[in-house]
């Protein structure tokens, strides 16, 4: 008697693929051998024809199982060739970003919003690709792209943007010439991308940042005091200030920069400082110390 034929969990058959497990289901659904029922997975008359059939266990209950040969199926084979880009495999073409940081550049291009589920497609982004996706285990919402979704320029070059933070440097012609400097001295200004122009890297960065998590912010805000001191950014929502501190202050800026932490401190105000240090992990950083204050992004 033939031994039984093994038989491979849709996760399992997933790994023998290598193809993400989400995108499984999505191809399955599509081809119509599953559909989805409350909670969970069922066969369709498709599926079983294919070979799918249910298994128990005290852990998972009943699930659906396939047979192993079943990885060799002319279709199943093709997804190899098509496969999907989630924010998360998107990372490893740009390490400095985070899934969450891709995710709000997205969103900023108008290609996805962020709803009560998860990231939900708009028509933009359906119209560059997008596959509105739904996990199995959690019924979040996510959103996964073509694999030559990279080769769009546009993407490419905003992803790229965020993931070095090169400034984009441009001679400001708005701003009064120091009679002091060398004639030669051109003065530099960064622009952040809501427009904002700021003086350094690091302001830059903590500016998109903000942007890109869709907080309202102003830029050399003035602290509620007769004694005019500016902070370099405020956040309304949650009233937090945000002040950079760079590798070399001038000494002229240092003293006022101990002073306005004394303000601070006296009037008990919400604050955070951002050092040059944390430019590579302003996610971490900015997100942690705005969630200390309540604010969650």
């Not at 028509?123 to 690709?129: N, Y």
């Given at each position: 008697m033939p031994p039984e034929e093994e038989?491979?969990?849709?996760?399992?058959?997933a790994k023998k693929l290598d193809i993400p497990v989400q995108q499984l289901f999505a191809v399955l659904k599509d081809y119509g051998?599953?559909?989805r029922t409350q909670d969970s997975w069922a066969l369709t008359p498709k599926g079983e024809y294919e070979g799918g059939s249910y298994q128990s266990s005290r852990r998972?209950?009943?699930?659906?199982?396939?047979?192993?040969q079943l990885a060799q199926h002319p279709l199943l084979q093709a997804i190899e060739s098509n496969q999907r880009l989630t924010a998360a495999s998107l990372s490893r073409n740009y390490p400095h970003l985070q899934a969450r940081q891709i995710n709000r550049v997205l969103a900023e291009l108008g290609l996805q919003h962020h709803g009560i589920q998860g990231w939900e497609l708009t028509?933009?982004?359906?119209?560059?690709?997008g596959l509105q996706e739904?996990?199995?285990s959690s019924g979040a919402f996510h959103i996964t792209w073509p694999g030559e979704f990279t080769d769009n320029p546009v993407i490419h070059r905003e992803l790229s943007r965020?993931?070095?933070q090169l400034p984009a440097r441009v001679a400001s012609g708005d701003v009064e010439p120091d009679l002091f400097a060398n004639a030669n001295t051109v003065i530099d200004r960064y622009h952040g991308l809501d427009g904002h122009e700021l003086g350094t890297p690091l302001q830059e960065a903590?500016?998109?940042w903000l942007y890109l998590a869709q907080l309202a912010h102003a830029i050399h805000r003035a602290l509620p005091t007769q004694e005019l001191v500016y902070a370099d950014f405020y956040v309304p929502v949650g009233h937090v200030?945000?002040?950079?501190?760079e590798t070399d202050v001038p000494a002229g800026e240092l003293s006022g920069k101990f002073r306005k932490r004394e303000l601070y401190r006296t009037l008990e105000l919400r604050h955070l400082e951002i050092n040059a240090g944390d430019a590579a992990h302003l996610d971490e950083v900015l997100g942690r110390g705005l969630l200390a204050f309540g604010i969650r992004v």
């Open positions: 038989k491979l969990s849709t996760t399992a058959l051998w599953i559909q998972y209950g009943s699930y659906i199982v396939w047979p192993e028509k933009l982004g359906r119209a560059w690709g739904e996990s199995n965020q993931s070095t903590v500016c998109n200030y945000i002040d950079c501190w």
